[in-house]
């Protein structure tokens, strides 16, 4: 009775149903991937149009800060332009424009993207941001001349070399004014690690346009301290921070009254210096601008797509969805009509096997092909299962006949148990255990419990033992018996069981030499392998016969005459003995040239003791 498969359990089912919810996978993976790069890539965009915007409003700071008025910068927009990709347009605060990189009469932007003062300005610093209100480029009337910064460069000189005596590592800076600065390798104070002594204070001391430049700042700051009603206690006096980073010298006054626990003056006493500064360097820098980049929106894109693009994905994701099902149906059709024809030729009983077509070439065809293969094997199994056990019957059959009817004879009386019948009836019983033995030892083989005894062998001793074993048979039969061995050939293996294999190898060899014959016996060793052979001068075997020499219960002679042959399994012992030692034996023959038996066994080297 056929079984009928579940519909859930059907291979057809199983590979549509994966390689459905493997196209909605790919398809729902593709479709976020599509979305999660794009909007990282409008992301990067976006950062890099920020980076861009930055550096633009950090070049035009600049040039506001050391010109007066804008009237060479146009020359300045159009490389901005260029480098950035960017429009860029600079108009008045009343919307007259100034400089722009669009050609005449291009509309400006709604509104602009920032606005360009170097005195309040929170987008500029070395690193690309800085939180002051004035841009450190502005240095208006603190600007050095040549014969006041070639002074400070010498001092800056010496203190640096004073510094690299004592092992600090030093760097001389030039500021925005022309005022060289000492700083350590990393930025730091060289005069915290100790070296004092080269703070000779020259190098700090302000120059005579620094001093002009710092009691100009100070008479502006006098008002305004006067309206917050501050009372200094004296003169007001700004001195000049040697680091570069306050130029206009409010850093002494700031730590002077937070010391005296009057932060809230202390940041008034700020806030009036750099409202005076602010009033100092404005005759030094450009007016202020409107600055307009782009499209002038700077609202951040949003990634959003359109029904029509929605109704594409979601066809796209149909059409593949679809396509994925018909291939799969078709690709799954194909492979399940050879497995249904290989299961019903399983199915059938033994005696009904028959080949199945093999229509593919791909898996399912290379089973087909196995399967076949196999019912071939098994039917030839089959067949010598069957000739096995007619030749065991026979061989069996043949010596107990003998014994049965001598027996038979003996008790009617007919003949007289004299010494010569009963040297018969124990050669025939000598016949039967034979058998049995054989029998038993291919069954050993066969379920692996085959037992041997390995010791250092020399291949030498070995053919000699065998060979005197047979001297006896082999004067009778007329045929010379020789041996040749390699002295640095030995085997580690069972004496016993290598004289049993050698043993049947040269019985089945005299067997087939006719008289003045002769039988040799060899041994070499051949790179890891030593190799024995048995060699005869008989009538050799037929091409066609010898794939089954070592078929069990196979015989040349389809009499199985015991003139011509023995029972068929000493050949089949040889093998299994020698498979047993990890070693192989093969057959070479020529008709009317003999035939050479080959064992081919591990080597082995002799023992410690052997000289």
């Keep these: ?74 020359r300045t927009v159009r490389q901005l332009a260029a480098e950035t990709g960017r429009r860029i347009a600079l108009t008045t605060a009343d ?96 005069a915290g690690f100790g070296a004092t002594v080269c703070e000779d204070g020259e190098l700090n001391a302000p120059t005579p346009t620094e001093r002009g430049a710092l009691a100009r700042l100070t008479d502006l700051a006098r008002p305004c301290l006067k309206r917050a009603g501050l009372d200094l206690g004296g003169p007001l006096f700004l001195t000049y921070d040697p680091s570069g980073k306050d130029p206009f010298g409010g850093g002494y006054l700031v730590a002077k009254y937070a010391r005296a626990g009057k932060a ?15 009033t100092q360097l404005e005759p030094y820098v450009a007016p202020v601008a409107e600055l307009f980049l782009g499209i002038g929106d700077q609202n951040p894109s949003r990634f959003d797509m359109s029904p029509a693009n929605k109704a594409k994905v979601i066809g796209a994701a149909g059409l593949v969805l679809a396509v994925t099902v018909a291939v799969t149906a078709l690709v799954a059709t194909r492979l399940v009509r050879p497995l249904r024809a290989l299961t019903e030729a399983a199915q059938q009983p033994p005696e009904l096997h028959v080949r199945v077509p093999v229509t593919t070439r791909d898996e399912t065809g290379i089973l087909a092909e ?31 006949t003998n014994i049965r009817g001598w027996l038979e004879v003996v008790r009617d009386g007919v003949v007289e148990p004299d010494p010569p019948l009963l040297d018969s009836l124990h050669e ?47 004067g009778a039969a007329g045929v010379a018996l020789r041996t040749g061995a390699d002295t640095a050939a030995w085997l580690d293996a069972d004496p016993v069981r290598m004289r049993q294999a050698l ?22 060793r051949h790179g890891p392998d030593v190799v024995l052979t048995v060699t005869d001068t008989g009538t050799g075997i ?13 015989r040349a002679e389809k009499s199985r005459s015991r003139r011509t042959g023995g029972s068929g399994l000493g050949l089949p012992i040889v093998r299994h003995l020698v498979a047993a030692h990890g070693g192989t034996a093969d057959a070479a023959s020529e008709p009317g040239g003999g035939a050479v038996f080959t064992l081919r066994l591990p080597a082995a080297g002799p023992p410690a003791d052997d000289t």
């Design 1 to 74: 009775m056929r079984r009928r498969i579940p519909l859930r359990k059907r291979l057809l089912v199983r590979l549509l149903s994966v390689s459905a919810l493997i196209a909605v996978c790919s398809v729902a993976a593709t479709a976020w991937l599509a979305v999660t790069t794009t909007t990282s890539a409008l992301k990067e965009e976006q950062g890099q149009d920020l980076a861009a915007d930055n550096s633009i409003l950090a070049r035009l700071s600049g040039y506001a800060a050391t010109h007066a008025d804008w009237t060479d910068v146009r």
């Design 95 to 190: 919307r007259t424009l100034v400089a722009d990189s669009a050609p005449r009469g291009t509309p400006l932007p709604p509104r602009p993207a920032a606005t360009v003062d170097p005195l309040r300005t929170d987008t500029y610093s070395e690193t690309g941001a800085q939180l002051s209100g004035i841009d450190p480029r502005v240095v208006g009337p603190y600007r050095l001349p040549a014969k006041e910064r070639a002074k400070l460069d010498a001092l800056a000189t010496r203190r640096r070399q004073c510094y690299e005596r004592y092992g600090l590592q030093a760097t001389v800076v030039r500021t925005a004014s022309g005022r060289p600065v000492v700083t350590g390798a990393d930025g730091a104070d060289p």
């Design 264 to 278: 809230a003056t202390a940041r008034a006493v700020q806030n009036c210096i750099v409202t005076a500064r602010r």
């Design 370 to 400: 196995a399967f076949n293969d196999l019912t071939e094997r098994r039917a030839r199994l089959e067949a010598q299962r069957r000739a096995m056990v007619s030749d065991i019957a026979h061989e069996l059959r043949s010596p107990l």
């Design 428 to 474: 025939e019983a000598l016949v039967l255990q034979r058998i049995i033995d054989d029998l038993q030892d291919l069954a050993a083989a066969d379920a692996g419990t085959l037992r041997l005894h390995p010791e250092p062998l020399r291949a030498g001793d070995l053919l000699d033992q065998v060979a005197a074993a047979h001297r006896v048979a082999a």
């Design 503 to 524: 043993g049947n190898l040269v019985s089945n060899a005299l067997r087939h030499t006719p008289a003045d014959g002769t039988v040799t016996l060899a041994a070499r």
């Design 542 to 554: 037929a091409p066609e016969d010898l794939p089954h020499v070592f078929d069990r219960f196979w």
